[in-house]
Nanobody, 124 residues
């Protein structure tokens, strides 16, 4: 069982930055691939970025490539999403999720555990 708690969301102007954190409970955090997803009003949930359990592998959606960076600290049971050059279209609820797999996991159905989400609002 893994419990995930996101933090770091908020209101920011376009062009600004935010760093999201996701703290995980449990002793086996390092055995989970981690992902960040987002869901905007009226839209389906979409993958933003994912990282392998070692941190060596990452994947980004085209819409955030070059602006967002996913990282993890297995000693602190935490995964991060650094978001730079934010745009109004990045406005959404952001969720972190954990998949009991070693590699990069792009499919949402593989993620077994989800956080409650944190709101990110980017004003123009």
């Amino acid at each position: 069982q893994v419990q995930l708690v996101e933090s770091g969301g908020g209101l920011v102007q376009a062009g600004g930055s935010l760093r999201l954190s996701c703290a995980a409970s449990g002793r086996t955090f390092s055995r989970y691939a981690m992902g960040w997803f987002r869901q905007a009003p009226g839209k389906e949930r979409e993958l933003v970025a994912t990282i392998s359990w070692s941190g060596a592998g990452t994947y980004y959606a085209d819409s955030v490539k070059g602006r967002f960076t996913i990282s993890r600290d297995n000693a602190k049971n935490t995964v991060y999403l650094q978001m730079n050059s934010l745009k109004p279209e990045d406005t959404a609820v952001y969720y972190c999720a954990a998949a009991p797999l070693p590699g990069i996991v792009a499919g949402s159905s593989a993620y077994a555990y989800w956080g409650q989400g944190t709101q990110v609002t980017v004003s123009s």
